[in-house]
Structures are given as structure tokens and as C-alpha cells.
């Protein structure tokens, strides 16, 4: 079934045009980690290849607050471990050296 209607979704967009979402500006403590996450923001591509069966019926945004949250979304399409190769590229990418 690729009825996604069943999940919390926001619409996924940016609020503010600039990749950023919501908020009134008023604290400065919080734009600073805001700007902060965004300059270690980056898309990194962890796998290509084929499939036999399609998983998803489009492709969209969907905001997950915790690492669980993101992990159960992709499990409810049984490609749960996209995220471990998207974590485990990010645990290298914090080591040093890297």
C-alpha cells in the first residue's frame, strides 16, 4: 500500500526560503545553533543501484524529530536499513580523520 496519508506530515517545506523553518528570530542563542546545523547540513548519496519493487509511491519530505522516528518511517516500508547506511556514513564522517 502506498497510501502515505497514515503519517504525520507537515508538507516538509522551509518556512523561511532559506532551508530554515519557522521561529521569530528573537533568540539569539537558538539562531546560532540554527546556522550551526545548517553548516554541517549535506546530502550525501549512500547507496544506488536497482530494485526489484518500488517502495514508495513518490518521493517528499517528511520531518522526524528523533533518529527512532526517521528509522520507524522507513521500516513501515521495509527499508529500514536506508538509515543505518545513512547513520553509519555519518558516525565515519565524525571520526577524525574524515
Known sequence: ???DDDDDNDGGGDDNGDGTRGGDGGDDHGDAE???RRRNNKCTLI???NVAKRSFAKFDMRPC???EQARELLNKRNVAHYW???LNDAIQDSMPGN
Do not use: I
Request: proline share 0%.
Open 1 to 3: 500500500d502506498d497510501d
Open 34 to 36: 540554527a546556522a550551526a
Open 47 to 49: 547507496w544506488e543501484g
Open 65 to 67: 524529530k528523533s533518529e
Open 84 to 86: 543505518d547506511l545513512a
